[in-house]
T-cell receptor, first 113, second 114 residues
Framework: EADIYQTPRYLVIGTGKKITLECSQT?????MYWYQQDPGMELHLIHY???????EKGDLSSESTVSRIRTEHFPLTLESARPSHTSQYLC????????????FGPGTRLTVT | KNQVEQSPQSLIILEGKNCTLQ??????????LRWYKQDTGRGPVSLTI?????NTKSNGRYTATLDADTKQSSLHITASQLSDSASYIC?????????????FGRGTQLTVWP
């Protein structure tokens, strides 16, 4: 079992609110990722980081932002939530020593009303 | 265009039966192929990983095969259990970037009935 954690697991929030989804890993991995997944659809990469102070946008355009101040912490923030942001958000980290195997957190199910 | 296609989209089998899930990909240059199991409301968990030179790999009741020439992979589940009910996702990695870009299939939703 990978040591990667996400909080909250479920979040229902009103339109216009600012939210932060937390992701932490205790494996010392440099690379971390955020994916967005809708029901029955594939995972889409929205942000990634090579290490501290490194953040990049992924393939799917997202209004969210991320920060990487500490190796173990990679939070995702939405300044003003909208119903279109309703989705599952999965955080992952990878270890280059294992062919880049990505370890996923349990996910945050976000619903914006 | 790099793509990963999985079939069937969904599958229902009875407990104890075997099943095979398919994955076709067009990702190039190819690095490795992984099968993940994703339980409802959870993150994906890796089952197997295969590189170009490997054509079969087992993990308990799960056996994955890879034909790099035809760009096809399969995941065979033996003696299915109720706990096997989940989405099975095929993921292909390319060698074209330092990020190790992953391409995800949409998954096969497997339901095992008692």
């Amino acid at each position: 079992e990978a040591d990667i954690y996400q909080t909250p697991r479920y979040l229902v929030i009103g339109t216009g609110k600012k939210i932060t989804l937390e992701c932490s890993q205790t494996m010392g991995h440099d690379k971390m990722y955020w994916y967005q997944q809708d029901p029955g659809m594939e995972l889409h990469l929205i942000h990634y980081s090579y290490g501290v102070n490194s953040t990049e946008k992924g393939d799917l355009s997202s209004e969210s932002t991320v920060s990487r101040i500490r190796t173990e912490h990679f939070p995702l923030t939405l300044e003003s939530a909208r119903p279109s942001h309703t989705s599952q958000y999965l955080c992952a980290s990878s270890d280059p020593l294992t062919s880049g195997e990505q370890y996923f957190g349990p996910g945050t199910r976000l619903t914006v009303t | 265009k790099n793509q990963v296609e999985q079939s069937p989209q969904s599958l229902i089998i009875l407990e104890g039966k075997n099943c095979t899930l398919q994955c076709n990909y067009t990702v190039s240059p190819f690095s490795n192929l992984r099968w993940y199991k994703q339980d409802t409301g959870r993150g994906p968990v890796s089952l197997t990983i295969m590189t170009f030179s490997e054509n079969t790999k087992s993990n308990g009741r799960y056996t994955a095969t890879l034909d790099a020439d035809t760009k096809q992979s399969s995941l065979h589940i033996t003696a299915s259990q109720l706990s096997d009910s989940a989405s099975y996702i095929c993921v292909v990695s390319d060698r074209g970037s330092t990020l190790g870009r992953l391409y995800f299939g949409r998954g096969t939703q497997l339901t095992v009935w008692p």
